[in-house]
Structure formats: structure tokens, C-alpha cells
Nanobody, 125 residues
């Protein structure tokens, strides 16, 4: 299984950015896909998750209303559209995959079996 995240970069506060994560080696539509982030000196934290068919999503309170997770199962790709970016959104963003069916546990990083390599997002003030 490989998860390849891309799309990070340096932006200014208020800008938008779209991250992509291309998956291979798994039955993509059988996996819930999550995005997590980790800022320097902090724990990796949950950002968003989307169900296998895309019908359900969940967001961290800190990004709700600004970030949108989506997926294209025909392309084996999950996206994170980030808008109104803030300096506190600066982090390495990781995509992850799980075939757990316990939705309430999908905010926990330990619920995920596979991780991408991460892509850096830096938001300047």
C-alpha cells in the first residue's frame, strides 16, 4: 500500500490550498480516508475523515467550515480543500487509510493502518 500526498506549499493567511493523496495497492473504496497534521513540537492531530463511498465526513472543530474533504474513487484519490488558512494551520499534513467500520474511532490516529509521507503546509501572517 502506498499513499502519496502532494499539494503543500507556502501561502499567506487567508489563502486557499488543495492537498491530494493518491492511493495504490488497496481496494480504495473499502477504506475510510483521513487527514491528520503535525506541527513542530506537537502531537499529530486529526483534521478530517471521509467514508469509503464519500457519504459521510467529519472534521476537527478547528477546521470546520474552512476545510473540505472529498474523494474520487475512480482516481483512488482523496483531497483536502483548505480555505481561509491561518498561521496556526502550519504543519505537515498526512493522509491515512483505514478499513475500520467504527466511525466514532476515526479521529484517533491509532485507528489507521496506512500513512502517507506527509506534505508541508506553511501559512505566513
Amino acid at each position: 500500500v502506498q499513499l502519496q500526498a502532494s499539494g503543500g506549499g507556502l501561502v499567506q493567511a487567508g489563502d486557499s490550498l488543495r492537498l491530494s493523496c493518491a492511493a495504490s495497492g488497496l481496494a480504495f473504496n473499502n477504506y475510510e480516508m483521513g487527514w491528520f497534521r503535525q506541527a513542530p513540537g506537537k502531537e499529530r492531530e486529526f483534521v478530517a475523515v471521509i467514508s469509503g463511498r464519500g457519504g459521510a465526513t467529519s472534521y476537527a472543530d478547528s477546521v470546520k467550515g474552512r476545510f473540505t474533504i472529498s474523494r474520487d474513487n475512480a482516481k483512488n484519490t482523496v483531497y483536502l480543500q483548505m480555505s481561509s488558512l491561518k498561521p496556526e494551520d502550519t504543519a505537515v499534513y498526512y493522509c491515512s487509510a483505514t478499513n475500520s467500520r467504527i466511525w466514532n474511532e476515526l479521529r484517533a490516529k491509532n485507528s489507521y493502518s496506512y500513512w502517507g509521507q506527509g506534505t508541508q503546509v506553511t501559512v505566513s501572517s
